[in-house]
């Protein structure tokens, strides 16, 4: 899924990332020099709320299986977001590139990676999700029904 665009206008790489909860409208790739062959080639970096350029992440050369042709890969990454967004940039006519969003899967016969997982959820427990914690009038059952109760303390939940 498309979630952006780098333009490179007047030698600079800008533009923005856009998806349901996330909004960075101002992103920049800024190359790296580095004689390192692990170093990434550009760091993603994107305006704070004080408008300084912090680094957010980083991109390296990748290629696709299919075709051999060249891309970037890395992710979007800071300590307000859940989690790394993981993200691949194709190379546009225009010297510019489109931002696309990847969802990292585990792969079972490597044990990690990125690709399409081979392990139904039916494979991991035997109802696929494993066995409930609601009781029959609602209460919590099982692991952590017991938390909060020493402080006489009651859980919302």
């Known amino acids: 899924m498309n979630i952006g665009e780098i333009r490179n206008v007047n030698g600079r790489l800008t533009g923005s990332i856009a998806t349901r909860t996330i909004d960075l409208p101002r992103i920049g790739l800024r190359k790296v020099d580095s004689m390192s062959d692990r170093a990434p080639v550009y760091e993603i970096l994107a305006l704070n709320v004080a408008r300084r350029w912090v680094q957010i992440g980083a991109l390296w050369e990748a290629f696709s299986k299919k075709t051999g042709e060249a891309f970037l890969a890395g992710s979007v990454d800071d300590p307000g977001l859940p989690e790394p967004l993981p993200v691949a940039l194709f190379p546009t006519e225009d ?60 859980l919302p939940f």
């Open 95 to 154: 010297g510019g590139y489109t931002i696309a969003w990847r969802r990292e899967t585990v792969r079972a016969e490597f044990a990690g990676g990125f690709g399409t997982s081979q392990r139904s959820y039916d494979e991991r427990t035997q109802d696929g999700f494993g066995e409930s914690t609601a009781g029959n009038n609602g209460a919590l059952m099982g692991a952590g029904a017991g938390a909060g109760a020493e402080d006489g303390e009651d």
